[in-house]
């Protein structure tokens, strides 16, 4: 219980949108070679990030979303359930039309019933959710494409090299990540990663 109430769960659909324009490319890439592309959001919060994902690859036409699967996870019990749940309010400090304007139309994907918006269907389908520790958890394996985003701001730099480990290894060879906007890659670990677009912070294992 103390571990869930320290949790910090800042998040919200398309953050910083500009960035998410920029993973456009990098998705296109990944789904036309006709496989399975694994995405993996850590820490996922309530969901927005990993739905964002679904809901990107869906829009574009040039990205073939049937083939893409995402997990979400994090350390909090309770917030993952509300990831499942994939119902948002709007609030005096939370626009969620606002945070789903990247969309040309959200109500594809986003059902709306005056403050509330649920997450479709079709979307949620492609979401998993289960709880791991990124710092002291396994590493997972071939996944495509990491999210771990706006997480490092709030770490102390002794975790962060074993946070980029478990990154690396959970990755496949060539396998994208994607930190937040103010974030920058532990020195220990430049030479895992090479720059892709790096003013919006995606990088490539190598």
Not at 70 to 95: H, K, P, V, W
Not at 97 to 104: G, H, T, V
Request: hydrophobic share 35%; proline share 5%; glycine share 4%.
């Amino acid at each position: 219980m103390l571990l869930d109430s320290l949790s910090i769960n800042v998040t919200g659909f398309f953050r910083n949108p500009e960035a998410w324009e920029s993973l456009r490319p990098v998705l296109r890439d990944l789904t036309e070679n006709n496989r399975s592309v694994r995405l993996w959001s850590a820490p996922s919060a309530d969901g927005r990030e990993p739905y964002s994902a679904a809901m990107l690859a869906l829009d574009d036409p040039e990205i073939d979303a049937r083939r893409i699967e995402i997990t979400g996870t994090d350390i909090n019990a309770d917030i993952l359930e509300e990831a499942r749940a994939a119902t948002y309010e709007t609030s005096q400090t939370t626009d969620i039309a606002e945070e789903l304007a990247p969309l040309d139309d959200y109500s594809e994907y986003i059902d709306q019933d005056g403050n509330t918006f649920r997450v479709r269907k079709r979307v949620r389908d492609m979401v998993t959710f289960e709880q791991h520790d990124l710092i002291r958890g396994d590493p997972k394996r071939d996944f495509d494409l990491v999210f771990c985003r706006n997480l490092l701001i709030y770490i102390d730099s002794e975790f962060k090299v074993p946070i980029f480990e478990t990154i690396r290894n959970s990755l496949r060879e060539g396998g994208y990540l994607m930190i937040g906007m103010t974030e920058t890659l532990p020195a220990a670990c430049r030479d895992d990663f090479e720059p892709v677009h790096k003013q919006h912070r995606i990088y490539r294992r190598v």
